[in-house]
Every structure is written in C-alpha cells, then in structure tokens.
C-alpha cells in the first residue's frame, strides 16, 4: 500500500540555523500539507499546497517558513532560521481529494 | 475560542463496550469533519469522514454529525484494548484545505 513517507526521521539543529525536512507524498496525489505537533499538544495546520501554490496558511507559517515541490516528487518544508520554540514533530500529509489526507511519520525537530 | 473542542480524557471503557467520544466546533461555516486515531508517538490514521448531518458507519465505528448543535461524535462498538489510543477530531471549513484539529481525547481499552 502506498504510504507518505518523510526524512529525517530526527533532526537535531541550533538555534537560528536552517532545516529543510523532506517529504514524499503518495504518488498520484495532488493535495500537500505541512502539521506540527509540539509535544503534548494539538497538532497544528502550518500550510496546504495544490497545483505548486500555497492554497492556504496558518498565522504559524510566518516569513521563517516556506514550502517547496522542487522535482514533482519531494515536498519540503524549509525553516530560515530555527528557535527553541519550533521543536515539534513535523507531519507531511498528502491527499488525492480536498478533504482526504495521509500523514506520513513525521520528523521529530529539536532545536537546542 | 478554540475552533475545535474535544474533552481530552482519559475516558476508560471495558473491552467489549461502547466508547463514546465527542468533539464541538465554532465555525457554523463548517463542512468536513473527521475522526483520527494517533498512537502513543506515531502520525494520525484517518479513521472516518462526514459531511452530512446524520450518522456514518464502517464497521464498529459511527460517526455521527449535527450541524445544528455544531457537534461530532465518534461511536466505538466492541472496544479492543488495541482501540487504545487518542482519538483525534479535525474540521474543515467550508472553503480552502486548512483543516483545524481538537486536542484529543486519550481512549483506554482495559481488558
């Protein structure tokens, strides 16, 4: 069964240094999504892409944040320059319509 | 207000119950409402979808939805200590893909 898959699985950065986590979504879908989940807490909508656009964004996907499907395949996620507070699990999520999505695993993010 | 409200729990139930779980919105406007499960450290698993008032059912879960009371619940028949997880309830408004997540409500299936 296709799945979404992400790389890293475990990103460990500084703060203020750049990380681009990677995401493959499932093949014939059309629909992108970047979650973050801190620890604990809700997981959260940053961003949905659609025909190489962003379709929609949160008040979390500030100017540190961009998205990026750079060969039709990869779906990254780019942060310019981490904080202490972006440490989260990351989810890429993909779906063939609007309304459905598949979450990949995610990729824990640590910034010290 | 929170978008989306789920009581966050713990809500035990014996193997072989019924788990009621439930989740309230804010947005009238709303469309699409979904219902996932999140294992301990793992992503969330779509489990079901509605989209029109009334109930849904595939296998031993129901979803049912009021749009007039702004309400969704999740119904688990014949609880398994393998349905042990949190339940997670999502909507989407009704227009764009940003989809809006409640916090959870952690499920124990005690044998």
């Known amino acids: 069964e296709p799945e979404v898959t992400q790389t890293p699985s475990h990103q460990v950065t500084q703060m203020g240094q750049e990380v681009i986590l990677r995401c493959v979504p499932i093949s014939n879908h059309l629909y992108f999504y970047w979650y973050r989940q801190i620890l604990g807490q809700k997981v959260e909508f940053l961003v949905s892409f659609y025909n190489n656009e962003i379709s929609e964004k949160s008040e979390i996907f500030d100017d540190q944040f961009s998205v990026e499907r750079p060969d039709g395949s990869n779906f990254t996620l780019k942060i310019r320059s981490t904080k202490l507070e972006d440490s989260a699990m990351y989810f890429c999520?993909?779906?063939?319509?609007?309304?459905?999505?598949?979450f990949g695993p995610g990729t824990r993010l640590t910034v010290t | 207000q929170k978008e989306v409200e789920q009581n966050s729990g713990p809500l035990s139930v014996p193997e072989g119950a019924i788990a009621s779980l439930n989740c309230t919105y804010s947005?009238?406007?709303?469309?699409?409402f979904f219902w996932y499960r999140q294992y301990s450290g793992k992503s969330p698993e779509l489990i079901m979808s509605?989209?029109?008032?009334g109930d849904k059912e595939d296998g031993r879960f129901t979803a049912q939805l009021n749009k007039a009371s702004q309400y969704v619940s999740l119904l688990i028949r014949d609880s398994q200590p393998s349905d042990s997880a949190t339940y997670l309830c999502?909507?989407?408004?009704?227009?764009?893909?940003?989809?809006?997540f409640g916090t959870g409500t952690s499920l124990t299936v005690i044998p």
């Open positions: 947005d009238r406007g709303s469309q699409s």
């Open positions: 509605i989209y029109s008032n």
């Open positions: 999502a909507v989407n408004k009704d227009t764009g893909n940003q989809f809006y």
């Open positions: 999520a993909s779906g063939a319509e609007s309304y459905e999505q598949y």
